[in-house]
């Protein structure tokens, strides 16, 4: 005979398996094959970098991630970038705004990983987790979306949104941006638009940010896009540009 704790553990374990069992059922209803591995296998090899200026303070950026599908839905992240930060009025420092002591270039790198997920066709979503070496020893969190409306018409859209939490001061940030594709042909796509970023939290009482419009190219046969964008925000007037490269690496060892 069971005892009484004995039968309760057993129903715990029934429930579990039971619950398991029915959310792997829903998921294959979703995405059909969700745990099948993906074929073909591709790696992604991306490089990224860009740089800011405004005001009150600039900075550079630039960064490689690895990007290795796994099941159709699913594939591993792993993310560094390295920034360099100069600083015109410390106050705007999103690494320390609270503090008083001033320093005219900072310079860290950001190691990140986690995972992409395919929720549906044209709309993908990165969540991943880190930590700051160097001038930054934070500990972030981030999770980027994009997502493609109106793909079969001839500009179709993009909405973007990308958000980040620092644990060290406490500031959350986010960027979110829409586009739409002007021109596309066989060599290039051409994309207008606008978008912003806001920032609050820690010591940061009221939210900051910038925003304005921005004008995209991407090049099919290169992989390789580039983005400007200017307006105005807190830090006054300011500049942007940033560019990717990518390569796609197919289980065979090729690239295209």
């Known amino acids: 005979m069971l005892s009484h704790l004995e039968r309760v553990v057993l129903l715990l374990v029934v429930f579990t398996v039971g619950w398991i069992g029915n959310a792997c059922a829903q998921l294959q209803d979703l995405y059909p094959g969700f745990f099948d591995l993906a074929n073909p296998q591709v790696l992604d090899a991306v490089f990224f970098g860009g740089g800011f200026g405004s005001e009150e303070y600039g900075s550079l950026q630039e960064g490689f991630q690895l990007q290795q599908t796994v099941t159709p839905y699913f594939g591993a992240v792993g993310r560094i970038t390295g920034y360099q930060l100069w600083i015109a009025d410390h106050f705007n420092n999103p690494l320390a705004p609270s503090t008083n002591k001033h320093r005219g270039q900072l310079n860290f790198a950001r190691l990140q990983a986690g995972g992409e997920f395919a929720l549906y066709p044209g709309t993908t979503l990165y969540l991943l987790g880190g930590g700051d070496v160097g001038d930054s020893s934070a500990a972030t969190i981030e999770a980027d979306w994009s997502s493609w409306f109106l793909t079969h018409t001839r500009h179709p859209l993009n909405f973007s949104f990308s958000a ?80 990717i490269k990518q390569f796609d690496f197919i289980e065979s060892g090729s690239f295209y």
Do not use: C
């Not at 806001?198 to 921005?214: L, N, R, V």
């Open 164 to 243: 980040n939490h620092d644990f060290q001061n406490q500031v959350t940030s986010a960027e979110i941006d829409f586009r739409m594709v002007m021109r596309s042909t066989a060599k290039y796509l051409f994309t207008a638009g606008g978008g912003g970023a806001i920032y609050q939290g820690g010591q940061i009482s009221s939210p900051g940010g910038q925003g304005g419009p921005d004008l995209g190219m991407y090049f099919r046969r290169w992989g390789f896009g580039i983005d400007i964008q200017a307006g105005y925000g807190t830090a006054g007037g300011f500049g942007q540009v940033s560019f």
